[in-house]
Structures are given as C-alpha cells and as structure tokens.
C-alpha cells in the first residue's frame, strides 16, 4: 500500500514539473513573440551572435584538427549568446517602458537579487513622489524617485529618522532615480546598488533590520511597480488623499 502511495506521489510530482516546465517554455515563447513584434533587430542580433560564436568555436576547431568535435560546442555557446541577447534586449524594453513611471524604482529595487531587504514608499507625496528604504550589506540605501525639489526633503527627512534609529556606525546612502545630472538612470539602480561597498555582516544585518522596525512606514501607499500605460493621474491622487 505504501509503495503505491510512493509512486502515485512520484507520478504527481513528475506530472507537476512537466506542467511547469511546460508553463515557463511558453511564457518564454509568449515574451519572445511579444518582443519580436516590438524589436525588429532582435532576430538579427540573436541570429548574428548564434553564428558568431559558433563560427568562432569552429574555425578555432579547424586550427586544432578537432574542429567537427568542437562544432556542438560552438553551437551551445551560439544558442547561449542568442539567449543573452534575447534577454538583455527583453530587459532594455521592460525598463524603457517603466521610466519615468510612479512606483518604477520600487519595482526595481524589489527586483534585487541577493539579501536586499526592501521597504517601498516609507515617506511619500500625492503627486507619486517617493522615498524606498532598501537595507543590505553596504547599509542603508534610501532611493528616492520624483520631483527633485520635493522629493529631497523627503529624503532628508527620512535620513534623519533612519539616523537616529540605527545610529552612527551603520552608513546611510542615498539615491536620486532619474536621467538628470547627479541621478541614476532606472536601467542601471540595481547594478549601482550591487556596486556599494559591503559594510556589514549577515548578523549586523539582522540587528538593524530589528532597529528599523519600529520606524513607521507612513506616507501614500505608491503602488509596487510601474503605473499601468493610460492610468489617469487624478484617479490615483483622489484615492490617496482619502487614505
């Protein structure tokens, strides 16, 4: 009875992966479909970079004598090129569409691969102006997206409230997202914060993040990633004057 119980459970789970397996190849296929018809260079690019370094491979095959054995192998490195293309390309589309979006930056700060730990809109304004808290190894990064000349007193502000909880010792950062002088671009937020120097330990971590819960998230609640294309402004800013 129990082994039957083992294998029907087995089958189940092997039915589930397929199931899965096949749901990922067809959102792959869905966003290449989807990009394809946005990007006309992308099969150039994907096609050009497969027959490059698959011709590379080759021919450096062909100076060795082993070129036939080396052909498969110029070929996985070809289709793994394409699929980098491919991705880098789907990515430069996704953030060219959520610049200068309400919510852009929180999206992409909780995006963050790595032991981020992200707090969106702890201080914010009624034109969709905000600060996010990110906590990680360099410390304390407050990302503030927005009007400049509002938007900075927020993160004055907050930078004190963060100061006076955490002390001293932990670094605080700060951050502007926008493509104006002295600003980081919304495409480039991630690797900017990946780039910070690592100042505190796993535990050290773990300590300020208990520290930092008794601060209060208050201001309007932005939503967790870019405003949907033809959202009407007003609609937004009434509903959050009502919280």
């Known amino acids: 009875m129990a082994d039957k119980q083992d294998k029907a459970a087995a089958k189940e789970a092997k039915a589930a ?19 394809r018809k946005e990007d006309k260079a992308l099969l ?24 036939w054995f080396l052909l498969p192998v110029g070929i996985a490195f070809g289709l793994l ?5 491919f991705g880098r390309r789907v990515q430069r589309n996704v953030y060219g569409k959520a610049d200068g979006q309400p919510g852009a930056a929180a999206w992409a700060l909780e995006n963050l691969r790595g032991r981020w730990k992200v707090t969106p809109a702890v201080a914010g304004t009624t034109q969709l102006d905000a600060v996010h808290r990110v906590l990680g190894r360099p410390g304390v990064v ?33 951050v502007f997202v926008g493509n104006e002088e002295g600003q980081i671009p919304l495409a480039k937020l991630q ?6 120097p690592n100042n505190l330990r796993p535990a050290e971590i773990d ?12 201001g309007a609640a932005l939503p967790k990633g870019p405003m949907p294309q033809g959202a009407k402004m007003r609609s937004v800013q009434r509903t959050m004057r009502r919280r």
């Open 207 to 218: 300590g300020v993040e208990k520290r930092m819960a008794a601060l209060a998230s208050r």
């Open 44 to 67: 150039p690019w994907m096609v050009g970079s497969f027959l490059v370094v698959a011709g590379v491979v080759f021919v450096i095959g062909l100076l060795i004598g082993i070129e």
């Open 81 to 85: 090129a394409a699929v980098i293309i």
């Open 142 to 174: 407050l990302v503030a997206e927005g009007a400049p000349h509002r938007v900075k007193t927020l993160l004055a502000q907050e930078k004190k409230r963060v100061a006076r909880v955490i002390g001293d010792k932990t670094p605080i950062y700060d």
């Open 17 to 35: 992966r397929k199931a899965a397996s096949k749901a990922k190849r067809g959102q792959i296929w869905q966003a290449f479909q989807m990009q």
């Open 191 to 196: 690797r900017h914060l990946m780039k910070l």
